[in-house]
T-cell receptor, first 116, second 110 residues
Framework: GAGVSQSPSNKVTEKGKDVELRCDPI?????LYWYRQSLGQGLEFLIY????????KSGLPSDRFSAERTGGSVSTLTIQRTQQEDSAVYLC??????????????FGPGTRLTVT | DAKTTQPNSMESNEEEPVHLPCNHS???????IHWYRQLPSQGPEYVIH???SNVNNRMASLAIAEDRKSSTLILHRATLRDAAVYYC???????????FGKGTKLSVIP
């Protein structure tokens, strides 16, 4: 079946511009996650959506970052007034269940964001 | 913040078994061990997870030390497609975040 998809695959933007990154999770998955992976670094948690519960935004690095999930499906991560340090690969994942691990999180291919 | 320690890189010959070690000396009794891998230019992919007992699935085996301070991911027969960065992750009670370190870059030699 279809996996997690993300668009665009690559995005180059000028410093100060806003960007929107999209994630289409696997159909029926209740939980959705955004992570960030900087060059040569590990994975950094950004935000978690689970069903109709309030999202956990504790990993968002600044108030320039926001995310929403509409209708319990598609999610958009928005970065306002981009900075060069925002350059990274942004990964979306979804899972059938949420809450306490363990369960498998399915990752999309990521969006590579470059801020010039 | 869950901490694990892995070697930066390892090499294996194709069709040979590979043992990827992970140290998690401060693990608590309810922490799970997860392994994910990331092929070049792709998102991470789940491999296996376990708590206390050794685990097997179609991709790999996970051997967990009796004191749970370390574990080993075993690929029984490495193929070129197994060349990837392998991440060992601990998750504590109530956690849903996967926190990856730098992992082990596995190279498979034909």
């Amino acid at each position: 079946g279809a996996g997690v998809s993300q668009s665009p695959s690559n995005k180059v933007t000028e410093k100060g511009k806003d960007v929107e990154l999209r994630c289409d999770p696997i159909s029926g998955h209740t939980a959705l996650y955004w992570y960030r992976q900087s060059l040569g670094q590990g994975l950094e948690f950004l935000i978690y959506f689970q069903g109709n519960s309030a999202p956990d935004k504790s990993g968002l690095p600044s108030d320039r970052f926001s995310a929403e999930r509409t209708g319990g499906s598609v999610s958009t991560l928005t970065i306002q007034r981009t900075q060069q340090e925002d350059s990274a690969v942004y990964l979306c994942a979804s899972s059938l269940f949420g809450g306490s691990l363990p369960y498998e999180q399915y990752f999309g291919p990521g969006t590579r964001l470059t801020v010039t | 913040d869950a901490k694990t320690t892995q070697p930066n890189s390892m090499e294996s010959n194709e069709e040979e078994p590979v043992h990827l070690p992970c140290n998690h000396s401060t693990i608590s009794g309810t922490d799970y061990i997860h392994w994910y891998r990331q092929l070049p230019s792709q998102g991470p992919e789940y491999v296996i997870h376990g708590l206390t007992s050794n685990v097997n699935n179609r991709m790999a085996s996970l051997a967990i030390a009796e004191d749970r301070k370390s574990s080993t991911l075993i690929l029984h027969r490495a193929t070129l497609r197994d060349a990837a960065v392998y991440y060992c992750i601990r998750s504590g009670a109530g956690s849903y975040q996967l926190t990856f370190g730098k992992g082990t870059k596995l190279s498979v030699i034909p």
